[in-house]
Structure formats: structure tokens, C-alpha cells
């Protein structure tokens, strides 16, 4: 299927941000999107503006650390619409810091939801994708992974494994499947908010008052892979601010 209407498009980490500026685009280019946040009420806000523009969407809670939680979200886009087409693993968190500082529970946050969300997404997609002949996966990596800093190690390095991970993936899918990873720089979203050092998160805040570009960028190149003839596979996708270093 050429395109993005009539697709079936799951979404995690959908209340915000980039799911959320994702979630509505697509949306509005005629796909059904089936969304899974942690906050029911971003949620129904959302689903609810969505329908009343014309859209179709549905909603699951969804804490990517749980297992069942995102078979739960795969088990709504297929029994409500018969199919999904596309998952797009998008729940991140950002909680950085200096190694030397041992924030050790942050470095298991992130691993729990950066890499292991997106294995549970992998784990509940790919038999659903395997049975239809058809699926396409989009996972949310970051310009972090590409060019690494202080304070960003854990952050990047639970990026650049999924980054492995998705091309493992591609590689293993075959000619039917799809696999898109896509690398923001500094978008404009709650982000920062999950870093539990108050002076790295006041300098996030300032870096992406003062460059960063707005989700619906991120939107827009996801919507460009997932419109691709279903024998076009894009890979990879870098999107920062041009002032980004």
C-alpha cells in the first residue's frame, strides 16, 4: 500500500511531543492511529481532537516498561481494525547526567523504557507483521547517539542499541517488512522534563528555547517514510536544527 490513508498506526509515548505532533499528522493524512502514553487524560484529549477533526483514533495506557502493556496496544490496532501497519516506537526518556554522579537508577529508567519498550514493541509487532505478510516499524533514535557529549552516555548509548537492534531487524525481515529508524536533534517537547538533574534540565530547556524545531518536523519525516511504495525501504533519518552543532 502506497501512502498513509487508510493505514493502521500505533504510536507510543503518544501524548507529547513528537508522538503526539505525529499522531496528528498522520491522522490528518487519513491514517487510523492507536495511541499508548502513560497519561490517560493527554490521551482522551487527544483522541478526542483527532475525532473531531474527521480523524479515527483509539487509545491505550501504556507504560512501555511493561511487557503486556504494549501487546496490549498491538492486541487493540488488531482486533478493532483487523491489521496493524505501522508501530512506531516512540517513548523516550532523557534523564542524563555524569557517569561519576552514579545516578543508577536513571541508567535503568532509560534502558527500561528507551531499549527494552522498543523489544517489547519489536516482540508484540512482529508475529502480527509475520502473519499478514506486511508491517512497518519506526523507532525513535536521537542525534545523541550520533555525535556523543558529557552527561549524554547512558542516554546515547541506549539510542545507538537500538539502533543495532533495528538493524539486526531490517536485516532479518525480509523483503515484506519495513524498518525506519529516525534521529531527532533538538525538538521542541517535554523531553527535558525527564532529566532529574535541575541543571542539566535548565539547560535543555534554554538550548531548545533557543533552537529547537518544532515536532511536526519530525512528524513530516516520518509521514515521508511510512507514504514509500511498500519495496521502498528508508533506513535512517536525521532531522536537527540547521543552528544544531
Known amino acids: 500500500m502506497t501512502g498513509i490513508a487508510g493505514k493502521v498506526i500505533a504510536i507510543t509515548g503518544a501524548s507529547s511531543g513528537i508522538g503526539e505532533a505525529t ?8 491514517a487510523i492511529v492507536v495511541l499508548g502514553a502513560r497519561r490517560s487524560n493527554r490521551l482522551e484529549t487527544l483522541a478526542a481532537s ?11 495506557v ?10 496490549a496496544l498491538v492486541g487493540l490496532a488488531t482486533e478493532r481494525y483487523g491489521k496493524l501497519d505501522v508501530l512506531i ?3 523516550g526518556i532523557a534523564p542524563i547526567s555524569r557517569l561519576d554522579d552514579l545516578r543508577v537508577d536513571d541508567w535503568d529508567d532509560m534502558i527500561d523504557v528507551n531499549v527494552k519498550g522498543v523489544l517489547y514493541g519489536i516482540a508484540a509487532a512482529l508475529p502480527v507483521f509475520r502473519r499478514q505478510g506486511f508491517g512497518h516499524f519506526v523507532n525513535t533514535l536521537s542525534t545523541a547517539g550520533i555525535r556523543i557529549v558529557p552527561t549524554m552516555a547512558v542516554y546515547a548509548g541506549s539510542k545507538n542499541a537500538v539502533r543495532a537492534i533495528s538493524e539486526g531487524l531490517r536485516q532479518e525481515a525480509g523483503p515484506s517488512l519495513r524498518v525506519t529508524t529516525i534521529s531527532p536533534g533538538y525538538v ?6 525527564s532529566m532529574t538533574d535541575s541543571e542539566l ?14 515536532a511536526s518536523a519530525i512528524a513530516e519525516a516520518i509521514a515521508f517514510a511510512i507514504r514509500q511504495p511498500d519495496n521502498v525501504d528508508v533506513g535512517e533519518i536525521v532531522v536537527r536544527p540547521t543552528a544544531q552543532a
Open 23 to 30: 499522531a496528528r499528522h498522520l491522522a490528518e493524512h487519513g
Open 50 to 60: 483527532i475525532i473531531s477533526k474527521g480523524g479515527k483514533a483509539s487509545y491505550l
Open 62 to 71: 501504556t507504560d512501555v516498561r511493561q511487557r503486556q502493556d504494549v501487546a
Open 89 to 91: 516506537n516512540n517513548a
Open 188 to 193: 521542541d517537547t517535554e523531553l527535558p522534563s
Open 201 to 214: 534540565r535548565q539547560q535543555g530547556q534554554t538550548a531548545m528555547k533557543a533552537i529547537a524545531i518544532p
